[in-house]
């Protein structure tokens, strides 16, 4: 059997290669068109979520706003969280079933009457950080300066116990 035998012929003679490109493919427009659409699609990919202005002000697809830094201590959790543009009255923190949760909701608006001119922008986020150690939910503080959000959650001392430092040895 030779390659010539698996290439499907087309055609009434049965010696035409089949056509590769659709009808509407050869239409020089719509193919360019369809560059130009992937071109675009290609340079904001990448910008994802974490561009308010473009309208995608949420985590819902994966990015993630607010950006948040979680460290683990010896004896706390500290969670924080850049929330510029946003005032401590729009932000909500929740600790429920060892899930902490950050809400908040942006409003924006401009407007300028002389050069007949008004912007608007609303956009809300939630951000759910398991925690996976029990904290001290009656300790638990959150603080809020310069649009940053820090929430400080101690341990209990059973968590605190837990953990349990290995020695590393250099030698195999």
Same mark, same amino acid.
Not at 79 to 108: N, Y
């Given at each position: 059997?030779?390659?010539?035998?698996?290439?499907?012929?087309?055609?009434?003679?049965?010696?035409?290669?089949?056509? #590769?490109?659709?009808?509407?493919?050869?239409?020089?427009?719509?193919?360019?068109?369809?560059?130009?659409?992937?071109?675009?699609?290609? #340079?904001?990919?990448?910008?994802?979520?974490?561009?308010?202005a473009l309208g995608r002000f949420?985590?819902?697809?994966?990015?993630?706003?607010?950006?948040?830094? $979680?460290?683990?201590?010896?004896?706390?959790?500290? $969670?924080?969280?850049? $929330?510029?543009?946003?005032?401590?009255?729009?932000?909500?923190?929740?600790?429920?079933?060892?899930?902490?949760?950050?809400?908040?909701?942006?409003?924006?608006?401009?407007?300028?009457?002389?050069?007949?001119?008004?912007?608007?922008?609303?956009?809300?986020?939630? =951000?759910?950080?398991?925690?996976?150690?029990?904290?001290?939910?009656?300790? #638990?503080?959150?603080?809020?300066?310069?649009? #940053?959000?820090?929430?400080?959650?101690?341990?209990?001392? =059973?968590?605190?116990?837990?953990?349990?430092?290995?020695?590393?040895?250099?030698?195999?």
């Amino acid at each position: 059997m030779s390659v010539r035998d698996l290439i499907p012929w087309g055609g009434n003679d049965g010696n035409q290669l089949p056509s #590769v490109f659709r009808d509407d493919d050869r239409d020089p427009f719509l193919s360019l068109h369809r560059e130009v659409n992937r071109l675009f699609d290609d #340079v904001f990919r990448g910008f994802d979520s974490r561009l308010p202005a473009l309208g995608r002000f949420s985590s819902f697809d994966g990015g993630g706003w607010p950006n948040v830094e $979680v460290s683990d201590g010896e004896t706390e959790i500290r $969670v924080t969280a850049e $929330v510029p543009g946003l005032e401590e009255k729009d932000i909500e923190v929740l600790l429920e079933d060892g899930v902490l949760t950050l809400k908040g909701e942006k409003k924006s608006e401009t407007e300028d009457k002389d050069r007949q001119f008004s912007e608007r922008f609303y956009g809300r986020f939630e =951000r759910r950080i398991p925690l996976g150690y029990e904290v001290e939910d009656d300790k #638990v503080s959150a603080n809020f300066k310069n649009g #940053v959000l820090t929430v400080a959650l101690p341990k209990t001392e =059973r968590a605190q116990a837990k953990a349990k430092r290995i020695a590393i040895n250099g030698k195999n």
